[in-house]
């Protein structure tokens, strides 16, 4: 197996882990799904080429905080995992586009984020829902993100990202109506790039006071916070001189430009703004009237009823939020602190010049 992932991430050689299927041209992937994407060898062997590699869920519903999760727990048999070359995405593209044999979703909603910062909890509560499909930061989407920065015509580019989607949500009941995708921090850069892929589909921005969201990095650092951790490009991470240990200057860089990344598509008034503190009450009062889900009042006692629980961990009550650090609060003048204050005003409807 390991010969079939060069170059792949560390962490999405660990989700490939499990007995290896067999894939035959035209066979049918429902019930599979795409859980990482990169170079590897082609099923003749000739060379180099871009090809995904799939986890089998079957019937298993889609409930876990992250996309990955869904496979913890599998029973060894279920564990199966199957490499492919791209075209194996197409008959999903199909089902989308003719509504024959597998009934795929369209999006109905991106989510993308700074992290730390409610998204979690947003996606959690609209999975409630019977009728929403919630795709939390599914691996393979990043593995398209990086392999289209690096080589773009190896990627497939627009169509193979929709054909990911489609693969992504394949509908498992007749209730199942809207898909909602939620990306990783550090993709705020390809927001146009997600807006011209589907330009009429809602983009969700949610964020959070700068120096809360680094106090939670520092209690349990994320991927991108760590440096050489994750490949970030083409996050404009601010250039300047580090120490390799300083995971605060690396985190407040990386923070940093995933504000200016967003200021810019919220300047071209491309994203829906969400602040922390508008949570939850914002997601019955605000998202869900602007992707028009309608609900009974069982469902809606459903989705409040989830945020009285930790957004990753669903079993444990939220009992709010960690005191700050003390002495680590940002004096508030510097670029990150402005970026908030600019998306701030943005999202209040307040002249950039107030």
Not at 3 to 21: D, F, I, N, Q, S
Request: proline content about 8%; charged content about 15%; aromatic content about 8%.
């Amino acid at each position: 197996m390991s010969t079939a992932m060069p170059g792949w991430l560390a962490h999405e050689r660990v989700l490939l882990r499990g007995a290896v299927w067999p894939y035959g041209a035209g066979q049918s992937m429902a019930g599979w799904y795409p859980m990482a994407m990169g170079m590897g060898m082609p099923m003749d062997g000739s060379g180099h080429a871009p090809m995904l590699a799939w986890r089998y869920l079957g019937q298993r519903p889609l409930t876990a905080a992250f996309f990955q999760d869904n496979f913890v727990g599998q029973l060894a048999a279920d564990k199966r995992v199957c490499y492919t070359p791209l075209a194996a995405l197409a008959q999903f593209e199909a089902s989308a586009a003719h509504g024959k044999g597998l009934r795929c979703l369209k999006p109905s909603a991106f989510v993308f984020h700074v992290s730390r910062c409610g998204s979690t909890l947003l996606t959690q509560m609209l999975a409630q829902l019977p009728s929403c499909v919630v795709l939390s930061e599914p691996p393979v989407l990043d593995g398209f993100f990086r392999l289209h920065h690096a080589q773009p015509q190896a990627s497939g580019g627009v169509a193979v990202f929709r054909q990911l989607l489609a693969a992504l949500g394949q509908a498992r009941a007749d209730v199942q109506q809207h898909l909602i995708v939620k990306l990783d921090s550090w993709h705020a850069p390809w927001i146009p790039w997600v807006r011209a892929a589907f330009a009429d589909v809602p983009i969700f921005f949610v964020y959070r006071q700068p120096d809360q969201v680094l106090a939670s990095h520092r209690r349990q650092r994320g991927l991108h916070m760590v440096p050489g951790l994750l490949p970030l490009a083409p996050l404009p991470v601010v250039a300047q001189a580090l120490h390799p240990g300083d995971l605060e200057g690396h985190a407040r860089g990386v923070l940093t430009a995933i504000f200016q990344s967003a200021l810019a598509s919220a300047d071209a008034d491309v994203l829906q703004l969400l602040n922390y503190k508008q949570l939850p009450q914002a997601v019955w009062e605000r998202v869900m009237p602007v992707l028009g889900l309608a609900c009974d009042e069982d469902a809606l006692k459903a989705v409040r009823a989830r945020a009285q629980f930790h957004a990753k961990h669903g079993t444990q009550p939220f009992t709010g939020d960690a005191p700050p650090l003390a002495g680590r609060a940002n004096s508030g003048s510097d670029e990150l602190a402005q970026c908030y204050g600019a998306l701030e005003k943005k999202r209040l409807g307040v002249s950039p010049a107030a």
